[in-house]
């Protein structure tokens, strides 16, 4: 015992350790700084993690506000233009932002998901103007709300229609989806732009998207949209024809081109048309182009009175026109289609049926009626399906009483009105009906397509 308080008191004494008292409370104070740190360390982390919420709370609000917005603008639209003159009925119109492969379809359909804007139904007959260019006609199957509940209609709000189609590859981002008729087909005095509208009635929602924006624009410079012009005749006894803009609310002293996409977002518009000089002008994107781009004016405005106003600016116009991608699409859009005139002889073995009643054959036959109305060479247009021996692919024969020296012209004419709609039967051959062996006993049994 005593040798043990001797060596703790010589310990003690030589300062090399400290009482327990000391250590214990250096203890305390090391592990009371660590907790304050890491505390300070969690408020921080839990501050951030508020500010980060309350952020992205603010932007779904704020995202939440403008898909409103936007729905209420293009709904209110397709209401009020239902019940106006010179309006062509459009029920709904739908943007496609995904094909869901959480859900399935019945065999070939396929699904779309996107917000619907106007009031669609199951049954529904509709047209799909996809993003590159090709036009669908199908019908709705189903809609659903949920992956589990279908509805027989649906008015502005999301949805997954499942669309019947026997012969679509793919559905992509961005396309159409509507009952609007397309030009084609619809009255020859008519423009109604589905595809640019159904893409405009969204673009407050996508367009920072650039996939959204390059099929825009793509969409815009195969259109062709009204305006209200002025004529003047000039000395030499010509026409001129001017343009009527409008300034530019963003940046005054800077002028833009009206245009709009079909006649009641024209109406919108309160101009004065009661005089002679004032008039309704068609014009095709290339025309546009030239007009916006002029030194008197900044660019050109899509229905600058709503449903959804879009600017495209003169820089931008400039650097559509400069683009390789459009001088090939215009130099495509103004070239000749080539089109085949065959000639089938006694000897030929074909095998000639009765075309099928669907969508896509009703679609042909509005858009070779509509196109002939303006050509009076026509006299008449007769369309079968026709079957070759050795081919296992039916195709269009469009049998076409016209003279001689104009044929090709009504072939290429008939052809580019024909040509969106070849989605089942991709082919159309063409003869002449005078031509044809077999006419005047098949068009004593059925129906000519066109008779003027």
């Not at 803009?245 to 245009?259: F, Y």
């Not at 977002?265 to 030239?290: C, E, H, N, Q, V």
């Not at 008197?296 to 650097?319: C, D, M, Q, R, Y």
Request: with cysteine.
């Amino acid at each position: 015992m005593a040798f043990w308080n001797k060596k703790k008191n010589e310990e003690e004494a030589s300062g090399d350790i400290k009482k327990n008292g000391s250590l214990s409370e250096d203890l305390s104070a090391e592990m009371q700084a660590i907790n304050e740190a890491f505390e300070e360390e969690q408020a921080e982390k839990e501050a951030k993690a508020k500010a980060l919420a309350e952020a992205a709370e603010k932007e779904k609000q704020k995202l939440l506000a403008v898909e409103e917005q936007v729905r209420n603008n293009a709904s209110g639209y397709i209401k009020e233009s239902q019940s106006a003159k010179d309006t062509v009925a459009q029920k709904f119109f739908m943007l496609v932002e995904t094909t869901p492969d959480y859900l399935s379809a019945e065999g070939n359909n396929i699904l779309v998901e996107g917000m619907v804007y106007g009031s669609a139904s199951k049954g529904d007959e509709i047209f799909l103007y996809n993003t590159d260019n090709e036009i669908i006609t199908s019908n709705i199957v189903s809609i659903r709300t949920e992956p589990d509940v279908t509805v027989d209609s649906i008015e502005s709000s999301r949805a997954v229609l499942e669309l019947r189609s026997a012969d679509v590859k793919e559905v992509k981002r961005f396309a159409v989806v509507t009952n609007a008729v397309p030009d084609q087909i619809a009255d020859k005095k008519t423009i109604t732009n589905p595809r640019v509208l159904g893409l405009s009635l969204d673009f407050n929602r996508f367009s920072r998207d650039t996939d959204y924006f390059t099929v825009l624009i793509n969409a815009i410079i195969r259109a062709e949209f009204l305006t209200h012009g002025k004529i003047d005749k000039a000395e030499n006894g010509k026409a001129r024809i001017g343009i009527i803009s409008l300034q530019d609310n963003n940046e005054p002293g800077k002028r833009l081109i009206p245009v709009f996409t079909d006649r009641y977002t024209m109406s919108k518009a309160k101009i004065d048309t009661a005089g002679d000089k004032i008039t309704t002008i068609a014009l095709k994107f290339p025309d546009l182009a030239r007009f916006a781009s002029a030194d008197e004016h900044e660019g050109f405005v899509i229905n600058p009175f709503g449903p959804t106003s879009i600017k495209i600016p003169k820089a931008l116009v400039l650097e559509i026109l400069n683009n390789e991608s459009y001088k090939k699409a215009a130099d495509s859009l103004a070239g000749k289609i080539k089109v085949e005139n065959q000639k089938i002889h006694d000897k030929t073995q074909i095998f000639i049926g009765v075309p099928p009643e669907n969508s896509e054959y009703k679609s042909i036959t509005s858009a070779v009626v509509k196109y002939c109305k303006t050509n009076p060479s026509i006299k008449k247009v007769g369309i079968v399906m026709k079957m070759e021996k050795g081919k296992k692919e039916a195709s269009y024969l469009c049998i076409v009483d016209c003279p001689k020296n104009v044929t090709n012209d009504c072939y290429t004419g008939i052809f580019a009105a024909v040509k969106p709609f070849l989605n089942i039967h991709k082919k159309m051959d063409f003869m002449r009906y005078e031509e044809t062996v077999f006419a005047d006993d098949y068009f004593a049994k059925q129906k000519l397509v066109y008779e003027a």
